[in-house]
């Protein structure tokens, strides 16, 4: 043999599966070549099985193809290969080398029977692109019922907008449609497969989601944050719990340092993979920043402490008033036969503001400030009360000190309120309630008399070129300083471990 000859790889692809590709692949075949039908459609087929019942010779085109279909699909010396498409060919006759693109089809071919069962419990619908769009069709589909292979298919395009913004990269589209059939106990389940706390979610989330949902082009986004809600709340409203099902139960124990939305939903999953999980919170009730650090009228704690419920309903035990470091160590869990120790403590220590008086009565930092209040302990403020910062915890403070009853309760921010990190809603909501935010004034120094707080000492800023965290840099502007008179002054610039 010539070495041209021994190059010769003896198998040959054909791209497209209409009635001549298919054809070719039979010939090929049954020349003794091994044959690889390549075709873009989740089916073989192509444009001729569109044309069933219209065929221009009279003849139904699938009586006509349809031995085709099943003798391709049953040839041994044919690979059929759908959803895929070729990206590339090197090489020279006898010797090519084909990069083929093959798209995930979403459904195990050799296990679907094409029973049809999925067809009935899919909630979405789409246009049918084998019928040209003149029908719908669901989600999972075949092209047509004698389309081979004749598993079932599902077309993703890529990652919704809201699925990629999500932070939990909930599966939006799949409860939203859910919720729309009214099925209502499996678009939570879907929800709960990547996020354990719906309810709270609700109505503490910034869903940007929303912000990025492409019904907001036409007209308005759809609403998913209040959908979660409602069928969050449909549930806590039940008599009856339904807890899902536990894996097989485990003998190992897991410990959760802290109670906190990480805690709990750490604690839910292993629970549900069938661990023992204890949890370990030092404040005297469970929930973290959620149940200390977000103030009532924005989660009731009706509503946190039914999610918690819940979760302590799959078996989690939660001990709460134990410091680790302090009441227990480390070490002591690993010797109580703890075999995994999760840490979970969150970020409950103020930045401090690095200024002359920070040490007076009537400063009290954002966290600690909401942790007392949400504690039922009482914070005297008197009646001008100063935040000072632009996030979350800023915005919740200044609203609960109104709350608390001063009489003028206001932001002192360096940036301008564009730049302000707190959720739009937010600010816009603390502004409706009468709080001014005063933007582009930095504070120097806290005044005090008797060691108690009698005013603030501030110079106001410019905003030059971006700094690390992309926001404008604020610069102070010479003489401008001036003096506002406070009872007190509430720092909330951020937190760390």
Known sequence: MSDSNQLKIGSVMVVGAGIAGMQASLDLANSGFKVYLVDESTSIGGRMAQLDKTFPTNDCSMCTISPKLIECDKHLNIDIVTNAKVEDVQGELGNFKVTVLKRPRFIDVEKCNACGDCIEVCPVEVFAEFEEGLTDRKAIYKNFPQAIPSAYAIDKKGTSPCKATCPAHIHVQGYIALIAKGRYEEALALIKKDNPLPAICGRVCHHPCEARCTRGKVDEPVAIDFLKRFVADIELTSKEKKLPEIEEKREERIAIIGSGPAGLTSAYYLALKGYNVTIFESLPVAGGMLAVGIPEYRLPKDILNAEIDYIKGLGVEIRTNTRIGVD??????????????????????SRKLGIEGEDLQGVVHGVHFLRDISLGKKVPLGERVAVIGGGNVAIDSVRTALRLGAKEAFIIYRRSIEEMPANEEEIE??????????????????LGKDGRVVGLECIRMKLGEPDESGRKRPIPIEDSGFIIEVDAVIPAIGQSL
């Open 429 to 446: 909501e603390a502004e409706e309630e009468g709080i001014k935010i005063h933007c582009l004034v930095a504070p120097v120094r806290i």
């Open 328 to 349: 227990l160590t480390i070490q002591d869990l690993k010797q109580d036969g703890y075999k995994a120790i999760f840490l979970a403590v969150g970020s409950h220590i």
